[in-house]
Protein backbone atom coordinates (compact mmCIF):
# COMPACT_ATOMS: atom_id res chain seq x y z
CA UNK A 1 0.00 0.00 0.00
CA UNK A 2 1.27 3.36 -0.82
CA UNK A 3 0.03 6.78 -0.39
CA UNK A 4 -0.31 9.17 -3.24
CA UNK A 5 -0.56 12.71 -3.62
CA UNK A 6 -1.86 15.45 -6.11
CA UNK A 7 1.40 17.42 -7.00
CA UNK A 8 -0.03 20.89 -8.53
CA UNK A 9 3.71 21.34 -9.23
CA UNK A 10 3.71 18.47 -12.14
CA UNK A 11 -0.22 18.33 -12.67
CA UNK A 12 0.10 14.24 -11.67
CA UNK A 13 -1.03 12.27 -8.47
CA UNK A 14 2.37 10.62 -7.61
CA UNK A 15 3.66 8.00 -4.87
CA UNK A 16 4.63 9.64 -1.58
CA UNK A 17 8.41 9.13 -0.94
CA UNK A 18 9.59 11.56 1.74
CA UNK A 19 13.32 13.09 1.97
CA UNK A 20 14.18 10.95 5.39
CA UNK A 21 12.09 7.70 5.94
CA UNK A 22 9.03 8.38 8.26
CA UNK A 23 9.36 11.76 8.52
CA UNK A 24 7.20 14.29 7.17
CA UNK A 25 8.13 17.88 6.97
CA UNK A 26 5.03 20.13 5.81
CA UNK A 27 5.10 23.64 5.60
CA UNK A 28 1.06 25.70 5.25
CA UNK A 29 0.45 28.86 4.81
CA UNK A 30 -1.39 30.23 7.45
CA UNK A 31 -3.66 33.78 7.71
CA UNK A 32 -2.72 37.65 7.94
CA UNK A 33 -4.22 38.14 11.40
CA UNK A 34 -6.25 41.89 10.52
CA UNK A 35 -9.86 41.00 11.28
CA UNK A 36 -11.87 37.83 12.56
CA UNK A 37 -10.76 34.65 10.76
CA UNK A 38 -13.86 32.98 8.61
CA UNK A 39 -14.54 29.28 7.79
CA UNK A 40 -12.39 29.42 4.51
CA UNK A 41 -9.24 30.31 6.56
CA UNK A 42 -10.63 27.09 9.38
CA UNK A 43 -11.42 25.41 5.77
CA UNK A 44 -7.47 25.09 5.22
CA UNK A 45 -6.16 24.51 8.39
CA UNK A 46 -8.86 21.78 8.92
CA UNK A 47 -7.91 19.98 5.14
CA UNK A 48 -4.21 19.72 6.14
CA UNK A 49 -4.61 18.44 9.61
CA UNK A 50 -6.60 15.35 7.77
CA UNK A 51 -3.58 15.04 6.24
CA UNK A 52 -1.54 15.08 9.31
CA UNK A 53 -3.33 12.96 11.32
CA UNK A 54 -3.72 10.63 8.36
CA UNK A 55 -0.06 10.42 7.72
CA UNK A 56 0.57 10.04 11.91
CA UNK A 57 -2.06 7.38 11.58
CA UNK A 58 0.20 5.44 8.78
CA UNK A 59 2.97 5.69 11.27
CA UNK A 60 4.73 9.11 10.07
CA UNK A 61 6.32 11.78 11.91
CA UNK A 62 5.06 14.93 10.98
CA UNK A 63 6.84 18.27 11.32
CA UNK A 64 3.77 20.72 10.45
CA UNK A 65 5.04 24.27 10.38
CA UNK A 66 2.17 27.31 9.70
CA UNK A 67 2.88 31.00 9.61
CA UNK A 68 1.20 33.95 10.69
CA UNK A 69 1.69 36.82 8.59
CA UNK A 70 1.71 39.69 11.52
CA UNK A 71 3.39 42.53 9.27
CA UNK A 72 1.22 43.57 6.47
CA UNK A 73 -0.44 46.72 4.56
CA UNK A 74 -3.67 44.82 5.50
CA UNK A 75 -2.67 44.97 9.03
CA UNK A 76 -1.31 48.48 9.09
CA UNK A 77 -4.27 49.53 7.31
CA UNK A 78 -6.52 48.30 9.78
CA UNK A 79 -4.52 49.15 12.67
CA UNK A 80 -4.48 52.77 11.73
CA UNK A 81 -8.05 52.74 11.30
CA UNK A 82 -9.06 51.61 14.77
CA UNK A 83 -5.76 53.95 16.32
CA UNK A 84 -4.63 51.19 17.66
CA UNK A 85 -0.87 49.72 17.33
CA UNK A 86 -0.31 47.47 14.62
CA UNK A 87 1.67 44.51 16.76
CA UNK A 88 -0.78 44.59 19.01
CA UNK A 89 -3.85 44.07 16.82
CA UNK A 90 -1.89 41.38 14.85
CA UNK A 91 -1.37 39.55 18.14
CA UNK A 92 -4.55 39.87 19.20
CA UNK A 93 -5.85 37.73 16.53
CA UNK A 94 -3.08 35.25 16.77
CA UNK A 95 -4.03 34.55 19.48
CA UNK A 96 -7.44 34.07 18.34
CA UNK A 97 -6.73 32.13 15.80
CA UNK A 98 -4.59 29.45 17.89
CA UNK A 99 -8.03 29.16 20.33
CA UNK A 100 -9.85 28.74 17.39
CA UNK A 101 -7.85 26.08 16.39
CA UNK A 102 -8.03 24.44 19.86
CA UNK A 103 -12.16 24.17 19.36
CA UNK A 104 -11.75 23.12 15.71
CA UNK A 105 -9.88 20.52 17.08
CA UNK A 106 -6.96 21.00 14.72
CA UNK A 107 -3.70 19.16 15.79
CA UNK A 108 -1.25 22.28 16.81
CA UNK A 109 1.52 23.03 14.54
CA UNK A 110 5.05 22.42 15.70
CA UNK A 111 6.04 25.88 14.67
CA UNK A 112 3.31 28.89 14.71
CA UNK A 113 6.27 31.31 13.57
CA UNK A 114 5.41 34.66 12.63
CA UNK A 115 6.97 37.94 10.19
CA UNK A 116 7.68 40.03 13.25
CA UNK A 117 10.08 37.11 15.33
CA UNK A 118 11.69 35.80 11.70
CA UNK A 119 13.21 39.26 10.42
CA UNK A 120 16.85 38.12 11.35
CA UNK A 121 16.39 35.21 8.59
CA UNK A 122 14.42 37.10 6.51
CA UNK A 123 17.28 39.82 6.11
CA UNK A 124 20.16 37.20 5.66
CA UNK A 125 18.07 35.23 2.91
CA UNK A 126 17.81 38.46 1.13
CA UNK A 127 20.84 38.90 1.36
CA UNK A 128 22.34 35.83 -0.01
CA UNK A 129 19.85 36.98 -3.17
CA UNK A 130 21.89 39.57 -3.53
CA UNK A 131 24.76 38.31 -3.55
CA UNK A 132 23.68 35.52 -5.69
CA UNK A 133 22.48 37.91 -8.45
CA UNK A 134 19.21 37.40 -7.89
CA UNK A 135 17.76 40.87 -5.97
CA UNK A 136 18.64 43.97 -5.87
CA UNK A 137 18.60 47.13 -3.73
CA UNK A 138 17.05 50.69 -5.42
CA UNK A 139 18.49 54.07 -3.83
CA UNK A 140 15.41 54.09 -1.94
CA UNK A 141 15.93 50.98 0.32
CA UNK A 142 13.71 48.64 -1.47
CA UNK A 143 14.65 45.34 -2.54
CA UNK A 144 13.36 43.67 -5.35
CA UNK A 145 13.20 39.74 -6.83
CA UNK A 146 14.55 40.01 -10.37
CA UNK A 147 12.33 37.75 -12.11
CA UNK A 148 14.35 37.06 -15.59
CA UNK A 149 17.06 35.65 -13.27
CA UNK A 150 15.15 32.53 -12.48
CA UNK A 151 14.93 30.24 -15.57
CA UNK A 152 11.88 28.25 -14.72
CA UNK A 153 9.91 30.50 -12.81
CA UNK A 154 6.34 29.97 -13.63
CA UNK A 155 6.69 26.13 -13.54
CA UNK A 156 4.19 25.88 -10.89
CA UNK A 157 1.25 28.55 -11.98
CA UNK A 158 2.39 27.46 -15.46
CA UNK A 159 2.22 30.78 -16.79
CA UNK A 160 5.34 32.30 -19.04
CA UNK A 161 6.95 35.23 -17.91
CA UNK A 162 5.42 37.69 -19.87
CA UNK A 163 1.76 35.76 -19.11
CA UNK A 164 2.75 36.29 -15.19
CA UNK A 165 4.29 39.59 -15.31
CA UNK A 166 1.21 40.94 -17.14
CA UNK A 167 -0.85 39.19 -14.50
CA UNK A 168 0.84 40.93 -11.83
CA UNK A 169 -0.47 43.87 -9.67
CA UNK A 170 2.35 46.75 -10.29
CA UNK A 171 2.40 49.70 -7.84
CA UNK A 172 3.97 51.09 -10.50
CA UNK A 173 8.04 51.75 -9.27
CA UNK A 174 10.38 53.53 -11.30
CA UNK A 175 12.75 52.23 -9.75
CA UNK A 176 12.45 48.27 -10.47
CA UNK A 177 14.58 46.55 -13.07
CA UNK A 178 11.41 44.87 -14.71
CA UNK A 179 7.55 44.98 -14.36
CA UNK A 180 7.36 41.76 -12.70
CA UNK A 181 10.16 42.04 -10.11
CA UNK A 182 8.85 41.55 -6.89
CA UNK A 183 9.49 43.20 -3.34
CA UNK A 184 11.23 41.31 -1.04
CA UNK A 185 11.89 44.24 1.17
CA UNK A 186 9.91 47.16 1.41
CA UNK A 187 11.79 50.58 2.85
CA UNK A 188 9.81 52.37 5.45
CA UNK A 189 6.75 54.81 5.34
CA UNK A 190 6.23 57.61 8.33
CA UNK A 191 3.98 55.73 10.73
CA UNK A 192 4.27 52.06 9.62
CA UNK A 193 6.32 49.67 11.23
CA UNK A 194 9.90 49.15 10.61
CA UNK A 195 13.13 47.03 11.10
CA UNK A 196 17.03 48.01 10.49
CA UNK A 197 18.69 46.46 7.68
CA UNK A 198 21.46 46.69 5.36
CA UNK A 199 19.01 48.86 3.31
CA UNK A 200 17.42 51.13 5.63
CA UNK A 201 14.87 50.92 7.75
CA UNK A 202 11.52 49.05 6.36
CA UNK A 203 9.59 45.71 6.75
CA UNK A 204 9.29 42.52 4.85
CA UNK A 205 7.19 41.90 1.19
CA UNK A 206 5.09 39.18 1.87
CA UNK A 207 6.37 35.98 -0.24
CA UNK A 208 10.00 36.02 1.72
CA UNK A 209 8.85 35.06 4.58
CA UNK A 210 7.00 31.75 3.83
CA UNK A 211 10.80 30.51 2.26
CA UNK A 212 12.95 32.39 5.32
CA UNK A 213 10.49 30.25 7.90
CA UNK A 214 10.55 27.21 5.77
CA UNK A 215 14.42 27.37 5.98
CA UNK A 216 14.32 28.06 9.84
CA UNK A 217 12.06 25.52 10.73
CA UNK A 218 12.51 22.47 8.22
CA UNK A 219 15.69 23.06 6.34
CA UNK A 220 16.42 23.58 2.62
CA UNK A 221 13.67 20.93 0.93
CA UNK A 222 10.91 20.10 2.33
CA UNK A 223 7.93 16.89 1.64
CA UNK A 224 4.31 19.06 1.59
CA UNK A 225 3.65 22.95 0.76
CA UNK A 226 0.17 23.40 1.38
CA UNK A 227 -2.48 26.54 1.18
CA UNK A 228 -5.40 27.59 -0.61
CA UNK A 229 -5.26 27.32 -4.56
CA UNK A 230 -5.84 30.85 -4.74
CA UNK A 231 -2.28 31.12 -3.05
CA UNK A 232 -0.98 29.41 -6.38
CA UNK A 233 0.25 32.35 -8.20
CA UNK A 234 2.19 34.85 -7.13
CA UNK A 235 2.72 33.66 -3.55
CA UNK A 236 3.53 29.94 -4.15
CA UNK A 237 5.45 30.80 -7.53
CA UNK A 238 7.56 33.57 -6.06
CA UNK A 239 8.38 31.04 -2.86
CA UNK A 240 9.62 28.88 -4.87
CA UNK A 241 11.75 31.29 -7.12
CA UNK A 242 13.28 32.55 -4.17
CA UNK A 243 14.17 29.48 -2.20
CA UNK A 244 15.36 27.50 -5.39
CA UNK A 245 17.65 30.66 -6.16
CA UNK A 246 18.76 30.67 -2.68
CA UNK A 247 19.69 27.42 -2.64
CA UNK A 248 20.04 25.75 -5.75
CA UNK A 249 18.01 22.66 -4.76
CA UNK A 250 14.37 21.33 -5.69
CA UNK A 251 12.30 23.16 -2.66
CA UNK A 252 8.98 21.50 -2.22
CA UNK A 253 8.31 17.67 -2.98
CA UNK A 254 4.48 18.02 -3.35
CA UNK A 255 2.69 21.32 -3.76
CA UNK A 256 -1.01 20.27 -2.29
CA UNK A 257 -3.88 22.96 -2.56
CA UNK A 258 -7.48 23.01 -0.99
CA UNK A 259 -10.36 24.04 -3.13
CA UNK A 260 -12.42 27.41 -1.95
CA UNK A 261 -14.92 27.53 0.22
CA UNK A 262 -17.95 29.09 -2.18
CA UNK A 263 -21.33 30.53 -0.57
CA UNK A 264 -24.21 29.67 -2.42
CA UNK A 265 -21.76 29.46 -5.53
CA UNK A 266 -19.64 32.61 -5.01
CA UNK A 267 -16.32 32.67 -3.50
CA UNK A 268 -16.26 33.75 0.28
CA UNK A 269 -14.28 36.90 0.44
CA UNK A 270 -14.11 40.24 2.04
CA UNK A 271 -15.19 42.27 -0.95
CA UNK A 272 -17.83 40.00 -1.35
CA UNK A 273 -19.51 41.06 2.10
CA UNK A 274 -20.16 37.42 2.27
CA UNK A 275 -18.04 36.22 5.10
CA UNK A 276 -19.31 33.45 8.01
CA UNK A 277 -16.49 34.27 10.66
CA UNK A 278 -15.43 30.79 12.37
CA UNK A 279 -16.61 32.50 15.73
CA UNK A 280 -20.22 32.60 14.17
CA UNK A 281 -20.27 28.92 13.04
CA UNK A 282 -19.13 27.74 16.56
CA UNK A 283 -21.82 29.77 17.80
CA UNK A 284 -24.47 27.45 16.27
CA UNK A 285 -23.05 24.04 15.27
CA UNK A 286 -20.10 21.67 16.59
CA UNK A 287 -16.71 22.31 14.80
CA UNK A 288 -17.84 18.41 13.86
CA UNK A 289 -20.01 19.18 11.19
CA UNK A 290 -17.59 21.32 9.73
CA UNK A 291 -15.17 18.46 9.19
CA UNK A 292 -18.11 16.13 8.05
CA UNK A 293 -18.65 18.73 5.51
CA UNK A 294 -15.18 18.63 4.24
CA UNK A 295 -14.74 15.44 4.76
CA UNK A 296 -17.64 15.07 2.11
CA UNK A 297 -16.64 17.37 -0.07
CA UNK A 298 -12.97 16.30 -0.83
CA UNK A 299 -10.31 18.90 -0.33
CA UNK A 300 -9.31 19.87 -3.91
CA UNK A 301 -12.87 20.95 -4.81
CA UNK A 302 -14.07 23.87 -4.06
CA UNK A 303 -16.63 23.51 -0.81
CA UNK A 304 -20.10 24.39 -1.30
CA UNK A 305 -21.07 26.40 2.29
CA UNK A 306 -24.55 26.41 2.31
CA UNK A 307 -27.17 25.68 4.89
CA UNK A 308 -28.56 22.98 3.05
CA UNK A 309 -25.32 21.29 3.07
CA UNK A 310 -24.35 22.48 6.57
CA UNK A 311 -27.84 20.44 6.99
CA UNK A 312 -26.99 17.75 6.19
CA UNK A 313 -23.56 17.58 7.93
CA UNK A 314 -25.68 17.85 11.16
CA UNK A 315 -27.81 14.82 9.94
CA UNK A 316 -24.07 12.51 9.20
CA UNK A 317 -23.13 13.67 12.50
CA UNK A 318 -26.20 12.24 14.08
CA UNK A 319 -25.78 9.03 12.09
CA UNK A 320 -21.80 8.39 13.50
CA UNK A 321 -22.95 9.63 17.04
CA UNK A 322 -25.54 6.67 17.20
CA UNK A 323 -22.42 3.84 16.73
CA UNK A 324 -20.80 4.92 20.14
CA UNK A 325 -24.38 3.72 21.93
CA UNK A 326 -23.55 1.27 24.19
CA UNK A 327 -24.67 -2.47 23.04
CA UNK A 328 -27.35 -3.53 24.80
CA UNK A 329 -27.08 -7.67 24.40
CA UNK A 330 -24.12 -9.45 25.24
CA UNK A 331 -23.01 -12.39 22.77
CA UNK A 332 -19.85 -12.51 21.81
CA UNK A 333 -20.15 -15.64 18.83
CA UNK A 334 -21.88 -17.03 16.31
CA UNK A 335 -22.52 -15.51 12.86
CA UNK A 336 -23.52 -12.38 13.70
CA UNK A 337 -20.29 -11.77 15.96
CA UNK A 338 -17.92 -13.02 13.16
CA UNK A 339 -20.08 -10.32 10.73
CA UNK A 340 -19.29 -7.70 12.74
CA UNK A 341 -15.16 -8.67 12.65
CA UNK A 342 -15.68 -8.79 9.04
CA UNK A 343 -17.17 -5.91 8.21
CA UNK A 344 -14.77 -4.07 10.84
CA UNK A 345 -11.35 -5.44 8.65
CA UNK A 346 -13.39 -4.49 5.60
CA UNK A 347 -14.10 -0.94 6.29
CA UNK A 348 -10.46 -0.35 7.75
CA UNK A 349 -9.50 -1.72 4.29
CA UNK A 350 -11.56 1.03 2.42
CA UNK A 351 -10.45 3.72 4.54
CA UNK A 352 -6.89 3.70 4.11
CA UNK A 353 -7.59 2.52 0.44
CA UNK A 354 -9.33 6.04 0.35
CA UNK A 355 -7.06 7.74 2.35
CA UNK A 356 -4.33 6.27 0.51
CA UNK A 357 -5.43 7.78 -2.80
CA UNK A 358 -4.59 11.29 -1.64
CA UNK A 359 -6.24 12.10 1.22
CA UNK A 360 -9.86 10.69 -0.11
CA UNK A 361 -11.90 11.63 2.93
CA UNK A 362 -14.92 11.60 0.48
CA UNK A 363 -14.30 7.86 0.44
CA UNK A 364 -12.99 7.64 3.74
CA UNK A 365 -16.11 8.29 5.35
CA UNK A 366 -18.30 6.34 2.87
CA UNK A 367 -15.81 3.51 4.57
CA UNK A 368 -16.81 4.81 8.40
CA UNK A 369 -20.42 4.91 7.83
CA UNK A 370 -20.61 1.41 6.32
CA UNK A 371 -18.59 0.56 9.82
CA UNK A 372 -21.94 2.74 11.79
CA UNK A 373 -24.31 0.29 9.97
CA UNK A 374 -22.61 -3.20 10.71
CA UNK A 375 -21.65 -1.67 14.44
CA UNK A 376 -25.90 -1.01 15.00
CA UNK A 377 -26.75 -4.05 12.88
CA UNK A 378 -24.51 -5.62 15.48
CA UNK A 379 -26.23 -4.22 18.50
CA UNK A 380 -29.72 -5.35 17.71
CA UNK A 381 -28.33 -8.34 16.83
CA UNK A 382 -27.68 -8.24 20.36
CA UNK A 383 -23.66 -8.86 20.25
CA UNK A 384 -21.95 -6.97 22.78
CA UNK A 385 -18.93 -7.51 24.71
CA UNK A 386 -15.42 -7.95 23.54
CA UNK A 387 -16.29 -7.84 19.44
CA UNK A 388 -18.88 -5.01 20.00
CA UNK A 389 -15.81 -2.85 21.83
CA UNK A 390 -13.77 -3.87 19.22
CA UNK A 391 -15.91 -2.58 16.61
CA UNK A 392 -16.31 0.92 18.61
CA UNK A 393 -12.46 1.09 19.07
CA UNK A 394 -11.98 0.98 15.17
CA UNK A 395 -14.42 3.04 14.66
CA UNK A 396 -13.12 5.89 17.23
CA UNK A 397 -9.46 5.11 15.42
CA UNK A 398 -10.89 5.97 12.49
CA UNK A 399 -12.83 9.15 13.14
CA UNK A 400 -10.00 10.44 14.98
CA UNK A 401 -8.24 10.76 11.51
CA UNK A 402 -10.83 12.96 10.79
CA UNK A 403 -10.29 14.62 13.97
CA UNK A 404 -13.96 14.32 14.86
CA UNK A 405 -14.63 14.55 18.81
CA UNK A 406 -18.13 13.31 18.13
CA UNK A 407 -19.09 14.49 21.91
CA UNK A 408 -22.90 13.92 21.77
CA UNK A 409 -25.15 16.85 22.76
CA UNK A 410 -26.15 14.94 26.66
CA UNK A 411 -21.85 15.30 27.50
CA UNK A 412 -22.60 17.73 30.00
CA UNK A 413 -20.64 18.61 33.52
CA UNK A 414 -21.72 15.79 34.72
CA UNK A 415 -20.75 12.55 33.11
CA UNK A 416 -16.94 13.94 32.31
CA UNK A 417 -16.34 15.10 36.38
CA UNK A 418 -15.12 11.99 37.55
CA UNK A 419 -13.09 11.60 34.85
CA UNK A 420 -11.48 15.26 34.73
CA UNK A 421 -10.93 15.41 38.85
CA UNK A 422 -8.73 12.00 38.20
CA UNK A 423 -6.82 13.84 35.34
CA UNK A 424 -6.12 16.56 37.27
CA UNK A 425 -5.23 14.30 40.25
CA UNK A 426 -2.36 12.76 38.03
CA UNK A 427 -1.50 16.14 36.84
CA UNK A 428 -1.05 17.94 40.33
CA UNK A 429 1.15 14.75 40.73
CA UNK A 430 3.02 15.43 37.60
CA UNK A 431 3.78 18.88 38.49
CA UNK A 432 4.87 17.75 41.89
CA UNK A 433 7.77 15.56 40.32
CA UNK A 434 8.54 18.56 38.04
CA UNK A 435 6.95 17.03 34.72
CA UNK A 436 5.70 20.14 33.43
CA UNK A 437 5.83 18.97 29.55
CA UNK A 438 3.92 16.21 30.39
CA UNK A 439 1.45 18.15 32.96
CA UNK A 440 1.23 21.00 29.94
CA UNK A 441 0.43 18.18 27.81
CA UNK A 442 -3.10 17.41 29.83
CA UNK A 443 -3.78 20.52 30.44
CA UNK A 444 -3.68 21.66 27.10
CA UNK A 445 -5.15 17.95 25.55
CA UNK A 446 -8.21 19.23 27.95
CA UNK A 447 -8.52 22.86 26.12
CA UNK A 448 -8.94 21.06 22.92
CA UNK A 449 -11.47 19.03 24.72
CA UNK A 450 -13.25 22.28 25.58
CA UNK A 451 -11.99 21.90 29.51
CA UNK A 452 -10.45 24.75 31.06
CA UNK A 453 -8.11 24.16 33.78
CA UNK A 454 -7.02 26.92 35.96
CA UNK A 455 -3.96 26.80 38.42
CA UNK A 456 -3.13 28.59 41.70
CA UNK A 457 -1.46 28.32 44.82
CA UNK A 458 -4.60 26.62 46.07
CA UNK A 459 -4.55 23.84 43.50
CA UNK A 460 -6.27 23.01 40.26
CA UNK A 461 -9.70 23.69 38.91
CA UNK A 462 -11.84 23.17 35.67
CA UNK A 463 -14.71 24.58 34.19
CA UNK A 464 -16.07 24.12 30.56
CA UNK A 465 -15.12 26.52 27.76
CA UNK A 466 -18.04 28.65 26.53
ZN1 LIG B 1 3.03 31.54 2.49
Known amino acids: MTIVVYNTLTRETEPFETLEPGQVR ?32 RGYQVRHVMN ?48 SQTIDEIIAMIEGLIERGHAYATPSGDVYFRVHTDADYGKLSRRKLEEAVSGTRVTSSEEKLDEGDFALWKAAKPGEPSWDSPWGKGRPGWHIECSAMNMRYLGEQIDIHGGG ?42 SLGNLVTIDEFLAEH ?64 A ?20 LVRAINAARDAGIGGEPFADAQGVFRTLTDVL ?59 WRLAD
Open 26 to 57: MYVCGPTVYDEAHVGHAMSSIVFDFVRRYLEY
Open 403 to 461: GLRLAGPEAGEQSIAPFVELLLVVRQDLRKAKQWALSDKIRDELKALGVIVEDSPQGST
Open 351 to 370: FEAAMDNDFNTAGGLAAIFD
Open 286 to 349: DADVLRVVIAGSGYRKPLMFNSDVLADGERALERLRSALRPATGDGTAGPAAEQLADHVRAARA
Open 229 to 270: NDLIFPHHENEIAQTESFTGKPFARYWMHNGMLQLKGEKMSK
Open 68 to 115: FTDVDDKIIARAHKLGEDPAALANRYVERYQDQLDRLNVRRPTALPRV
